[in-house]
């Protein structure tokens, strides 16, 4: 007996298939390899092909149940082939033939010709014509426009409003009640969601309640001013004008006047100088504080503090628009904020003539909101919701939009 068949490995009864529709069965040890089987089935189903060698190269042997190509140098046993496994003898896809040098011209030559031209050639293709911008421009007023008109219209209804609390024959007591919100907006509304996520991060109340009223109820804005004033000594001090003993004094003061009431045509007119001293007194209340942060980043460009201060006061506190309006046209200017609208406008005889916008305009509350909303566009939607101002806000907004359309 031969040494080669007392070790011999099992031997494996494999189906073999080719994609002519040729089959049959070859019987070969486990540990024979892949190539070897591979000369083997081009044997039996080409005869004559491996005088070619690369005859065994252009074939493939692949397992049909996995469809894994199987190694020509692994062994049956490694490439886990089990008895009775069927295999299919594929030749390869030829390689597609290399472009000629006359193709690849040609190709590259088409890929130039419909290559977008790049920033010079535009440059110089368009040296002659003028220099234009118009989509951006109008893109960018149509929406200043928007909110400058808005603003326009806050201030004539102040003005209105004034002069029909004025008129009112309560006007006393309507002092009474527009100073008493006015020290209760100063020193107890306080956006409660806000304050509570900020507390609920280790901040203090007291402290938590400044940062808030600095950064106009922005939880963002008033977390890094926390972060950053942490040991700051003066942290806890509270805001000018804010301290307790300070608003009950101004409060008694303004009450006390109003209790003294007009009983006669000169107490008519200290009515109407207390209602103008409180006037005063919202706006100063309501004076514009710009960000602190985006002053010193604006400044350390290179802009001036009092330019600083009016790009901020004309974009809300914006950083990054306010450095846009101090690189560009400026408009609206500083002094455009504080001018009101057309009052022989169609679109402001429409609002006065809104029956809700009449009603509200008595209000005192409307008053508030209006003077909030000019220093803090971003209350606006407080003001919205609320019972009181909402719907006067409501019907504004859609006499604008349907005659902005028009």
């Known amino acids: 007996v031969q040494e080669e068949k007392i070790f011999a490995g099992k031997v494996l009864r494999l189906h073999v298939c080719t994609m002519e529709g040729a089959e049959w069965l070859e019987e070969v040890p486990e540990d024979t390899t892949v190539e070897k089987l591979k000369e083997r089935c081009l044997k039996h189903c080409v005869p004559g092909s491996l005088e070619d060698p690369k005859t065994v190269t252009h074939h493939k042997l692949i397992h049909a149940t996995s469809e894994k190509v199987l190694t020509d140098t692994k062994t049956v046993l490694e490439e886990n082939i089990q008895d009775r496994d069927v295999l299919l003898l594929i030749k ?20 130039q010709e419909q290559k977008a031209p790049d920033k010079d050639a535009i440059l110089k293709a368009t040296a002659s014509l003028p220099l234009r911008n118009v989509y951006r421009t109008v893109a960018h007023h149509n929406m200043r426009d928007f909110q400058t ?5 806050l201030v004539s209804l102040i003005e209105v409003a004034q002069k029909l609390l004025a008129l009112n024959p309560d006007a006393v007591e309507l002092f009474k009640k527009a100073n008493a919100m006015l020290d209760e907006d100063e020193e107890d509304r306080v956006d409660e969601i806000a304050l509570r996520q900020l507390t609920e991060m280790g901040f203090p109340e007291s402290r938590a309640v400044k940062a808030l009223r600095l950064n106009h109820m ?4 008033a977390m890094e001013w926390l972060i950053e004033h942490a040991d700051d000594p003066t942290v806890d001090v509270p805001l000018p004008g804010q301290t307790p003993s300070e608003v009950p004094a101004e409060a008694g003061a303004s009450s006390a006047d109003a209790t003294a009431g007009p009983s006669s045509e000169a107490g008519g007119e200290e009515a109407k100088d207390e209602l103008t001293e409180i006037f005063k007194k ?26 600083v201060v009016d790009a901020l006061r004309v974009n809300n506190n914006q950083q990054n628009a306010a450095c846009e309006w101090l690189l560009g046209d400026r408009k609206p200017s500083p002094e455009d904020l504080d001018k009101g609208i057309d009052t022989n406008s169609p679109l402001f005889q429409a609002i006065l003539e809104n029956p809700v916008v009449q009603l509200g305009l008595t209000n005192p509350k409307t008053l508030l909101a209006f003077e909030d909303m000019l220093e803090n566009p971003l209350n606006s939607t407080q003001w919205m919701n609320d019972p009181e101002t909402g719907p006067v806000m409501l019907q504004i907004s859609r006499i604008f939009q349907t005659l902005n359309r028009t």
């Open 218 to 221: 922005s939880v963002t804005q």
């Open 149 to 153: 008109e808005l603003r326009k219209i």
């Open 92 to 111: 390869k896809r030829a390689p597609p033939p290399l472009p000629k040098m006359a193709d690849v011209s040609a190709e590259e030559k088409r890929k």
């Open 282 to 307: 919202i706006r100063r209340k309501r004076e514009f504080r710009p960000d602190p942060r985006a002053v010193i980043a604006l400044m350390e460009m290179g802009f001036d503090e009092k330019e």
